[in-house]
């Protein structure tokens, strides 16, 4: 990880950051938005060491002394990726590594980025620089700010002091502050393709090409995704998943009790399971418009059997039962997991009206 | 310096350079030439439409070295300060980050100190409404009498937040959004300054997605500027700013229209694989199906449309076959699943799965076309008043009444037999039950304990010469009433009722709710058995097994 083209399938926010480099006229405040796990804090990261790079040729990099047009770097070939990182200078080393003390990443501590955090950040802004040209603030997650913390940030997000950018990262924009967005140059990250992910997993991780294939169409087009799912065996628990989902029918009310018992045990990969549950239905549903549109499309035959013993409106309400399981869940509402599961394992097997 | 964004760059200086918010800034410059400018003044208004601008031009007029005066000369010492945000009278708190009480009392202790070089010693506190309630009450006493030398200036974008009492102690100044045409022009000043070349389209463009603040608008024009290599072109600029493509929406809304399943799967797709938010494109499509809605209606439409003519026209063509009726169902299912779409992980399978909600709901009669055939109905109904008026008093032909249920398409099981019994005597009530109640009457006055036992029963489906009694409430009740005396003063008593020799037939109720909950009783039972610990351990300890479980 050392240069702009590390960051995959990103092509058209690297290219606007790579203009700004080149144009010298760096925003003070970036929103990264996409999917997790496309990049966008390595993305930051890269951006914060070609703003500090001392490894460059260009002495005077940054300093706005000369037009660009002038310096003999830039009349090269491809003069926009002078500005990438070198990856070796002392600068870069201490940003990759994580050290440099002008860099300065604010993350999600528990649930929220609380005020103290944004607090703690003006005093630091407050002062120079140590050694940076530019320092970098990199909030990511920045929709986990609660209402405190983001009003708290407006004012020096409208204004920081100078040679300072700050780059927020979040999934969407509707998840901040209108007042955020609208201070903020904001930049979109796409998913990655399935195709990208795909290869990657089979050159890099030295994945079988089949399952790399089913993973990179499930990630949806996340990559950090992809290698968790891939971590939490997740292709076997979705088999066993869908298996218990297709048997629920000739299923005893004890072993469908089992069942739920069994989901619930294991608090981190239950949001997974429900969200697996959510696209087995939604496939059983759309298999009946358009058989090609499937995610599971490894299971096709499997989904065309179940797909006819179900009416649509009984499906519509099974997706209706997972999603108030799921809002019960991350609701925070100190609900018994155990008896949600319990209630959603019996509408989904209609013993329950 | 380095480089400062435009909105930072191009930051109003003097009132006059305000876009659109003559309503406040005439009122603050006659206040000040008047000399009538109040001690605590709250701006409120939508993001970036010039509220902490104002709020600093403000503070320059009054403490412009030529004294207050309506056009602050940005040259002397004060002006400069003030601009460059190092002040030593003009204080900008963050009101978001300096929220608390103490920060409050801090600031009460130091007004009372006059003004280094100034004429007044003002206090901006942005972001106004994040101050705790502590905080708020802190400053009540001092906002309501300041010292002279002192003046207070509030900007919030959220001021129902604010305390009442508060408001109240504020002369308040509302900024309106800025409306498109100012912005595009304003930007078009911008462009020249910056030596830009950019179409008035894709300036219209922007500000449109601005919505009505001039700071996004700036910032997207930044943007623009910055991130364009050479020429700037619309596609690029859609591409830059995340509009969602128009014909994404429209082909959406055809596929809904149309019932195209795949159709809308695959622009669903597309959208997704270009990176758009997906509560956006929600958002979109709620105001496509509210346009499409308006546009069918069809009145006033250009005023209320705000499309570019040939998108009404592509409006006019999807709704040509639709009903408005079906149009604002696909609203109301779209309005419900707001909050499945804004919270789940994985939007766009709750996108997805509102359309096939819309595609299950076929589309419905009209509610005119309902009214208008129960109209009819009605007046089949007074054009022929003996079926529904004379029914209690003459004889109806049973012929008749079943015009009647025919014609309420509702060929229930209950209409046919309830014809026949009345079709029986005239003197009948054509309800089962009230006929019952008469003949327990009639049984109470001579034999009153046949007539308690007779409460407990109920007529079932007369035939025309057999009335059958169901006879609930336990075996002994049927005991008596079939007892040969008791069915005979039955008979005698039902033929002078009805005015015919009449049969009876006494069943006994079937209770099956009764049957069932006996049934998973006993399994329950030899559950509960089979479970018990002890049967349990036995097994374990014997190796056996259970052969049969016998209630006693």
């Known amino acids: 990880m050392t240069g702009f083209e590390s960051v995959l399938d990103q092509k058209q926010p690297i290219r606007l950051l790579r203009t700004l480099l080149h144009k010298k006229t760096i925003p003070h405040a970036f929103l990264f938005t996409g999917m997790e796990g496309v990049g966008k804090r390595t993305t930051a990261a890269i951006f914060a060491m070609a703003c500090n790079c001392t490894g460059n040729k260009d002495e005077n990099f940054l300093e706005g ?158 990559f950090s995704k992809a290698l968790s799912m891939k971590q939490s065996n997740w292709v076997n628990r979705r088999n066993w998943l869908m298996h218990c989902l297709e048997s629920f029918p000739s299923m005893q009310i004890s072993s469908l009790l089992a069942f739920a018992e069994k989901l619930s045990r294991n608090k981190e990969t239950l949001s997974e399971s429900l969200e697996l549950i959510q696209s087995w239905l939604r496939d059983l549903i759309v298999y009946r418009y358009d058989s090609e549109k499937i995610i599971n499309n490894d299971l096709t035959e499997n989904i065309r059997q179940a797909s006819h013993s179900f009416t649509v409106q009984s499906l519509l309400s099974k997706m209706d039962a997972v999603q108030t399981a799921q809002k019960n869940i991350q609701g925070n509402t100190n609900l018994n997991v155990k008896l949600i599961m319990e209630i959603l394992v019996m509408r989904l097997a209609d013993r329950l009206c | ?191 020249k300054k910056e030596g830009a070349a950019i179409d008035a389209e894709s300036l219209w463009l922007i500000a449109r997605e601005a919505g009505g603040s001039m700071r996004d608008a700036l910032s997207l024009l930044d943007q623009v500027i910055t991130s364009a290599e050479g020429a700037i072109e619309q596609d690029a600029i859609l591409n830059l700013l995340g509009v969602i493509d128009r014909k994404i929406i429209f082909d959406i809304s055809e596929a809904i229209l149309r019932g195209n399943m795949s159709g809308f799967l695959d622009t669903l797709d597309e959208a997704c694989r270009r990176g758009h938010d997906i509560k956006k494109l929600y958002a979109d499509l709620l105001e496509q199906f509210r346009n499409l809605l308006v546009v069918k209606i069809g009145k006033n439409t250009g005023k209320l449309v705000d499309l570019p003519a040939h998108e009404i026209e592509w409006i006019l063509d999807q709704v040509k076959d639709v009903s408005s009726t079906f149009l604002s169902r696909i609203f109301d299912i779209l309005f419900k699943e707001e909050a499945a779409i804004r919270f789940s992980s994985q939007p766009k399978l709750a996108l997805e799965m509102a359309f096939i909600r819309i595609l299950q709901t076929q589309p419905v009669l009209p509610v005119d076309m309902l009214i208008e055939k129960l109209d009819r109905l009605r007046d089949d109904i007074h054009n022929n008043p003996a079926s529904c008026v004379g029914a209690e008093k003459e004889t109806v032909s049973s012929g008749q009444i ?122 329950l039972l030899q559950q509960d058995a089979l479970s018990h610990p002890l049967v349990a351990d036995t097994m374990e300890i014997f190796n056996g097994n259970v052969v049969d479980v016998k209630i006693l």
């Open chain 1, 65 to 222: 002394g000369k037009v660009p047009g002038e310096n003999n770097h830039f009349k090269k070939n491809k003069p926009i990726q002078k500005n990438d990182p070198c990856g070796h200078c002392r600068s870069c080393r201490k940003i990759l590594s994580g050290n440099h003390p002008d860099i300065i990443r604010i993350e999600p501590s528990g649930p929220f980025i609380r005020i103290a955090q944004i607090r703690a950040l003006y005093h630091i802004l407050s002062m120079k620089p140590y050694e940076a040209r530019r320092r970098v603030v990199i909030i990511s997650e920045a929709q986990a700010m609660n209402p405190e913390a983001g009003n708290a940030l407006l004012k020096i997000l409208e204004e920081p002091p100078d040679q300072t950018t700050l780059i927020l990262t979040a999934i969407q924009t509707s998840d901040l502050l209108p007042t955020i967005v609208s201070r903020c140059h904001h930049i979109r990250f796409r998913p990655i393709p399935p195709k990208s992910i795909e290869s990657i997993l089979i050159e890099k991780q030295g994945f079988a090409p089949d399952a790399a294939k089913i993973l990179g169409k499930m990630a949806n087009g996340s």
């Open chain 2, 1 to 191: 310096m380095s480089y400062l964004v435009l909105a930072r760059k191009y930051r109003p200086q003097t009132f006059s350079e305000v876009i659109n918010q003559d309503h406040v800034t005439r009122t603050l410059i006659n206040a000040i030439s008047s000399k009538r400018v109040a001690h605590a003044i709250l701006f409120s208004g939508p993001r970036g439409t010039g509220k902490t601008t104002v709020a600093r031009i403000l503070a320059k007029a009054m403490n412009c070295q030529e004294g207050p005066t309506p056009i602050p000369c940005n040259e002397c010492r004060s002006c400069i300060e003030i601009t460059s945000g190092s002040s030593v009278d003009v204080f900008e708190i963050d009101g978001a980050s300096n929220n608390s009480v103490d920060q409050i009392r801090e600031l009460r202790q130091n007004i009372k100190y006059m003004p280094a070089h100034s004429l007044y010693k003002i206090y901006i506190i942005d972001e106004v409404h994040m101050l705790s309630i502590a905080a708020f009450n802190a400053l009540l006493k001092t906002l309501e009498e300041p010292p002279p030398h002192i003046m207070f200036v509030f900007a919030t974008t959220e001021a129902h937040k604010i305390p009442i009492t508060i408001l109240s102690r504020c002369q308040r100044y509302d900024f309106r959004r800025i409306d498109n045409e100012s912005i595009s022009r304003h930007m078009e000043n911008i462009c």
């Open chain 2, 402 to 523: 079943q015009d009647f249920s025919g014609a309420l398409s509702d060929p229930s099981g209950t209409a046919e037999p309830k014809a026949a019994f009345v079709s029986i005597s005239g003197n009948v009530d054509p309800d089962l039950d009230q006929t019952w109640k008469k003949i327990i009457d009639l049984v109470s006055e001579m034999h009153p304990s046949l007539a308690a036992s007779l409460t407990k029963c109920s007529l079932k489906k007369p035939a025309a010469r057999n009335l059958v009694i169901e006879v609930s409430g336990g075996e002994f009740n049927i005991k008596v009433i079939r007892r040969n005396k008791n069915i005979a003063i039955l008979k005698k008593i039902c033929s002078k009722f009805f005015g015919d020799a009449i049969d009876l037939d006494i069943i006994n109720h079937f209770d099956p709710d009764r049957e069932n909950q006996r049934k998973t009783q006993t399994a």
